[in-house]
């Protein structure tokens, strides 16, 4: 949707602090990574360089799209059905481009994911049929966040961690086949708190080229681009390199 991505870039990204360890090229490398977002687009403008590094390093990322992205885009000629296919071709397109290996589309209304009663159960069964090791998800505790697709994704796929990983929970997915599975790293972006920064200088321009796959969003797309581009090379500065991407890093079967 038009106001949470200019929401994304619409402050300064935080700056690196002394106190946290910058790890921009240290961080070991998992073999399956899953990564849950509330719009097409979301996964390419906050992660694209760093899913694009992954993939080029062998690892198996799949998405998870939580809505059908029916009200992005100004072309107001389409009705809700069309945007939503239209989008969905797109994305598929930007996730080739990163390498993505597969895209779960959940269809939930745009915009009324906060109103979706069992999305946690239905991230916790694709977590535990993915088993990733690592998951990226949008940080819902974002000071002033105010898209609430964003929070409610966020928010579900970090709870759909945490169940997916007992197995005296949702043993109704266990019935199917789904045996519980711990998330190690739960990656957040969009965050304010950033610990671990990933230099996406080499894989930069495959990102710019992923969210132009994202055709339907043109009126704002090149300034959204300029906006990420100017964000990214801050989160460069911050830990030296070009062009950087942010996370706050949680491990939830660690620090439990
Ligand atoms: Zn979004």
Redesign the pocket.
Known sequence: ?AT??LQ?FSREPAPARAAIPIAPTSEHAPSRILVV??????AE?TSGGSIARWTDAGVSVGYVVC?DGSK?GDALELDDATMGELREAEQRAAAAILGVEEVFFLRHPDGGLSQVQHLKHELAGIIRRWRPERLLA?DPWRPYQL?P??RA?GLAAIEAVLVAGNPRLFRDLAAKGLAAHRVEELYLFGTDYPDVWVDTSATFERKVAAISAHCSQTKLLTRWIEAMQRCNAAYGLACGCTYAEAFKVLRPFCEA
């Open positions: 949707m949470d991505s994304r977002f509330a719009h097409s687009d979301d403008f809505t992005g949008w898209h697709d964003h994704a």
